[in-house]
């Protein structure tokens, strides 16, 4: 599979290394010097600034999305409307209908659309989907999330600030992730609560958002989501009536990924333990999640996350939008 990416900053330098053998043909950013620099890197790559022409290029199976957030919705609408199978990044879009667009081309061409939710490739989370799935925890009750950084000086100068562009701050960025892994445990939320606020940066969008989500079965997402947060953090705390797991850590700053199972005993008091850690020193999520999708577009299935999981989880962030007046 020939594969083009658009956006070549960070993220787009991560899912070029990261192809699980597919052939990046085409790179391409409105910094034509980004796009130059990844392509001399891939022989047989070249670069251009023009997104509609990577998009529809001859030599393009797979289009990866990795703009500014404005640009997502548009460019993965484009490319799935000329056939070609999508990979766009969370959030996906700023606001969920945006991503209606994006659901009508793949539906007319047969393109397979995957929103770029990573997390869920992270070693300690598939562990964690292998022990809720074995039915060990019993049924899940409630989950308990957070993810922070502290950002770096002129944070607030970036585009991640400037609404227009992002969508938003913190719960559109991280929390994202937060919501995604949520509902990928626990499944759709039909209560939302919430509050964001602005507590440190000078910007208009907000650097903590708060969630709290309900499913039909009364089962509870607790969950935030921080700029504030001076010790970068990652933990994930899955409840079921008959066990815990605690995730924490991402690797690299978030600390050394870790696995903890708490086994409840029929006597209760201090639970059994298990632990696993992942020390690896390069993070596999990206290629085990661009793997997937090669097997999604081989197998002809619906790719998950796709299009719908992100616009659940961005229906969330604009309830709590609307709740403090964003």
Request: charged share 25%; with cysteine; proline share 5%.
């Amino acid at each position: 599979m020939r594969v083009a990416i658009v956006g070549c900053g960070l993220i787009g330098q991560k899912r070029a290394r990261a192809l699980a053998g597919a052939k990046l043909t085409v790179c391409c950013d409105v910094k034509p010097v980004l796009a130059e620099k990844l392509a001399a890197a891939f022989p047989g790559a070249r670069a251009t600034a023009c997104w509609q022409e990577a998009v529809t290029a001859a030599d393009v199976d797979i289009v990866v999305v990795s703009t500014v957030h404005k640009e997502l919705a548009p460019v993965a609408a484009t490319a799935a409307a000329a056939g070609k199978h999508v990979l766009v990044e969370k959030p996906g879009a700023r606001r969920a209908a945006e991503l209606d667009a994006v659901l009508e081309a793949s539906a007319a061409t047969g393109a397979r659309v995957r929103v770029g939710f990573n997390h869920r490739y992270h070693p300690a989370l598939q562990k964690a989907r292998e022990i809720v799935d074995s039915g060990v925890l019993g049924p899940l009750l409630f989950v308990r999330g957070r993810y922070g950084h502290g950002g770096r000086p002129g944070y607030d100068k970036e585009w991640r600030a400037v609404e227009e562009i992002s969508g938003g701050g913190e719960a559109i960025d991280q929390g994202m992730h937060l919501i995604d892994l949520a509902r990928w445990f626990l499944g759709d939320f039909d209560g939302v609560q919430g509050h964001v606020a602005t507590y440190f940066w000078d910007m208009p969008v907000e650097d903590n958002a708060f969630f709290l989500l309900t499913t039909p079965r009364n089962q509870t997402a607790q969950l935030h989501a921080s700029w504030t947060e001076w010790k970068n953090l990652f933990s994930l705390e899955i409840y079921g009536r008959d066990g815990k797991l605690d995730i924490s850590g991402l690797g690299g700053s978030y600390g050394v990924e870790r696995i903890a199972y708490y086994k409840m005993l029929p006597e209760m008091g201090p639970p059994e333990t298990a632990i696993w850690e992942y020390p690896a020193l390069t993070d596999k999520s990206w290629e085990l999640e661009f793997a997937a999708f090669l097997e999604d577009i081989a197998e002809r299935r619906d790719p998950s996350p796709g299009v719908r999981d992100a616009q659940a989880a961005l229906r969330i962030v604009e309830a709590v939008y609307g709740r403090c007046g964003r």
